[in-house]
């Protein structure tokens, strides 16, 4: 569901969609064999295509806010790499911050209506997928991993939800952390329809999704 003029992301847990998410965790080991398998050390695999960026779209009005808030959260350094080098210490890394931030933020519904009263907030005890999202961002870049390469993304989920994921780009393809799943799989693996990331180039502009993944 979006309200809004700014087509922010209103979470409300969907016990169908909960479901759906439970059961990718087997999804998870893809992780492991692409950091740590021996086969995939020994073989050229093919990285899986990116996101891709279409037109600029306008920033979530609360993302907007929380760059406000929080101005360290929306610097972007044009010499930071842009992905990430997907090793077994870096896999590990991501696992645990997903695993971590869904455990410790106890899901809400917030209200982000014209009254705007609910803001994004990192780590706070109660949140929704927006403050989860935000949160494993604030950890990543804490543990040394370039603001390029984490990226916030607004998609809706099979039932037509609002929604909102950390899409982190790795040599291995990008990868997302979401609050309904300790998995974390290849962007293509959702069953999201994808609408728009933040800017790789500066995290304080968003642009819409190209219509060439699962989406499509």
């Not at 059961?23 to 398998?37: E, K, N, P, Q, R």
């Not at 779209?57 to 808030?69: D, S, T, W, Y």
Request: net charge positive.
């Amino acid at each position: 569901m979006w309200t809004g003029i700014s087509g922010a992301p209103i979470c409300r847990v969907d016990p169908g969609v909960v479901a759906m998410r439970r059961s990718a965790v087997m999804l998870g080991v893809l992780i492991v064999s692409f950091a740590g398998s021996a086969d995939a050390r020994n073989r050229q695999d093919t990285v899986p295509t990116p996101i891709m960026e279409a037109s600029p779209a306008l920033a979530p009005f609360q993302h907007v806010r929380f760059c406000l808030r929080y101005p360290s959260e929306c610097k972007s350094n044009p010499a930071d790499n842009d992905r990430i080098d997907l090793n077994a210490d870096n896999a590990e890394l991501l696992k645990r911050v997903n695993r971590d931030v869904n455990a410790t933020i106890v899901s809400t519904v917030k209200r982000h209506g014209p009254e705007f009263g609910d803001s994004w907030t990192i780590a706070p005890s109660m949140g929704d997928c927006n403050d989860y999202a935000v949160t494993k961002r604030h950890e990543l870049l804490r543990s040394g991993l370039p603001a390029r390469a984490l990226r916030l993304s607004a998609v809706k989920t099979s039932s037509g939800m609002g929604h909102l994921v950390l899409v982190v780009a790795t040599t291995k393809g990008d990868l997302v952390l979401d609050n309904l799943t300790e998995a974390v799989v290849p962007w293509q693996r959702t069953d999201y329809r994808w609408l728009k990331i933040q800017s790789a180039r500066d995290a304080r502009f968003w642009f819409k999704i190209r219509a060439s993944g699962p989406s499509a």
